[in-house]
């Protein structure tokens, strides 16, 4: 079991561009959360996907979405990307919510 | 509102001598904590949780209510302690966790 994947590991990308980060779930698991950790900080809870709908959401922007596809697997998408967007974006998944499993990250630097 | 605050952003000591991470947490009810920890190029993961009352790899936290804190502790400090080390809460009903800023712990030999 590969445990959680995803891709990119690294992405760089221009202000105002738009951009999809993937992430694949542990074997088992039914739920997804998408964090974003700046540099120097905690992760932050962007929002959480369970049967395909988003179930919980933190104080990000509409400009942060996301989807969850029938396997599990789930997109982060960022419109009108900032500046202040570069960070690394962690995807944990679980199965109903608990016992979080962590991917790797994918770096995200805007210029 | 929830928060975690991790006071040390950087913490150093010798092998052997005992080590403390200190974390304070800010919630109106009975959260879930939890220590992650993050060594050099491995991902984030699950040290302890409290309710588990367990000692991972010799460490162990006590929920202290009164205090409002969750430190982290371990009696004698080893060289593959070297990590990043986050706090974090899951509220009452919630399915987020909210982190602290982190600590990182350096052991020196």
């Known amino acids: 079991d590969a445990g959680v994947t995803q891709s990119p590991t690294h992405l760089i990308k221009t202000r105002g561009q738009q951009v999809t980060l993937r992430c694949s779930p542990k074997?088992?698991?039914?739920?997804v959360s998408w964090y974003q950790q700046a540099l120097g900080q905690g992760p932050q809870f962007i929002f959480q996907y369970y049967e395909e709908e988003e179930r919980q959401r933190g104080n990000f922007p509409d400009r942060f979405s996301g989807h969850q596809f029938p396997n599990y697997s789930s997109e982060l998408n960022v419109n009108a990307l900032l500046l202040g967007d570069s960070a690394l974006y962690l995807c944990?998944?679980?199965?109903?919510?608990?016992?979080?499993?962590f991917g790797s990250g994918t770096r995200l630097t805007v210029v | 509102a929830q928060r975690v605050t991790q006071p040390e952003k950087l913490l150093s000591v010798f092998k052997g001598a005992p080590v403390e991470l200190k974390c304070n947490y800010s919630?109106?009810?009975?959260?879930?904590l939890f220590w992650y920890v993050q060594y050099s190029r491995q991902r984030l993961q699950l040290l302890l949780r409290?309710?588990s009352r367990e000692s991972i790899k010799g460490f162990t936290a006590d929920l202290n209510k009164g205090e409002t804190s969750f430190h982290l502790k371990k009696p004698f400090a080893q060289e593959e302690d070297s990590a990043m080390y986050y706090c974090?809460?899951?509220?009452?009903?919630?399915?987020?966790?909210?982190f602290g800023q982190g600590t990182r712990l350096t052991i020196n030999p």
């Open positions: 974090a809460l899951m509220g009452q009903g919630a399915q987020k966790l909210v």
């Open positions: 409290h309710i």
């Open positions: 944990a998944s679980s199965l109903g919510g608990l016992g979080y499993t």
């Open positions: 074997s088992g698991h039914d739920t």
């Open positions: 919630y109106s009810g009975s959260p879930e």
